[in-house]
């Protein structure tokens, strides 16, 4: 309100002071020197001008700007306030109409006043299969690419908790990893691999190389232990032992997960040399 007034006072003294300046008869230069630091860039000014430019230097140390007035050009818009008379148009019954349901109270949600709601009319598509996996995809040019870069090391055992490392897969891993085909023209040196799932071309790829790549199972609880054995040691638990696979995935994966995570190779034994064994 100040602030209002101080500049409404300040406008008409400048438009005063500015009616006495024209109502000034013009002065000889000669007569009258008026010789100022302020304006000795403009020496042609007229007196009249001088005079006005000498009182608007006395007023521009004033701002009517201040911190508590910055803001961002945003437009703001005030919250409607019912039941605040008929001018603001949400008065009395404050929008909701006269006597009902609706203006008395609240209903639960989709009810239709005893109709059958639209949840019941509509009909069911689908279901959901709660005995799903996701498995997260790596490709093997990916790996070669991270061997040629020197983060993975291709002479020990490669395992997700590696790829996690370095940086083949994301870390939201939900219940395990894919090997995929992608890239199997770059693999040209024997890697050993171990992943949840693994594709026929990959495989084959990989033992084409001289390589070997191991289907294992892990539960939640056994692949967090995998990817994060710190969190254990944090909480101050013990490793889980590996769990089993069901009874519908033991045609999926050749063995069980290893805790810790493993460093070397589980050997496959074929089945003329399981044979053959115990013969001699």
């Known amino acids: 309100m100040i602030r209002r007034r101080v500049s409404s006072l300040l406008s008409t003294s400048i438009l005063n002071n ?18 100022s630091l302020q304006f000795a860039q403009c020496p042609n000014s007229t007196p009249n001008e001088q005079i006005s430019s000498q009182f608007f230097m006395g007023i521009r140390s004033f701002s009517l700007l201040s911190l508590n007035d910055l803001r961002d050009k945003v437009p703001r818009k005030q919250k409607t306030r019912k039941g605040r008379g008929i001018g603001s148009g949400k008065g009395k019954t404050a929008g909701r109409g ?3 349901q609706k203006a008395r109270g609240t209903m639960k949600f989709g009810f239709e006043g005893g109709q059958t709601p639209m949840r019941r009319r509509l009909p069911k598509r689908g279901f959901k299969n709660p005995f799903s996996l ?6 093997l040019g990916k790996i070669a690419y991270l061997i040629n870069a020197g983060k993975i090391d291709s002479h020990e055992l490669i395992t997700m908790k590696t790829l996690k490392d370095a940086g083949a897969i994301g870390k939201q891993i939900e219940d395990g990893v894919r090997l995929m085909g992608r890239g199997a023209e770059k693999i040209k040196w024997p890697i050993h691999l171990e992943v949840s799932r693994v594709t026929v071309r990959a495989k084959a790829a990989v033992e084409a190389a001289g390589g070997s790549v191991r289907r294992v199972h892990y539960n939640k609880l056994g692949l967090r232990a995998l990817l994060k054995p710190e969190w254990f040691e944090k ?9 089993r696979p069901p ?17 070397k190779p589980i050997p496959f034994f074929s089945e003329e040399g399981a044979a053959a064994s115990p013969s001699a």
Do not use: E, W, Y
């Open 134 to 139: 996701t498995f997260q995809p790596v490709g």
């Open 98 to 100: 006269h006597k009902g």
């Open 247 to 263: 009874p519908k995935l033991q045609d999926k994966v050749d063995s069980i997960g290893r805790l810790p995570a493993p460093t």
């Open 235 to 243: 909480k101050g638990r013990l490793l889980p032992r590996p769990a």
């Open 18 to 35: 500015i009616a006495v300046v024209r109502s000034i008869p013009t002065l000889n230069h000669r007569a009258v020197p008026f010789q």
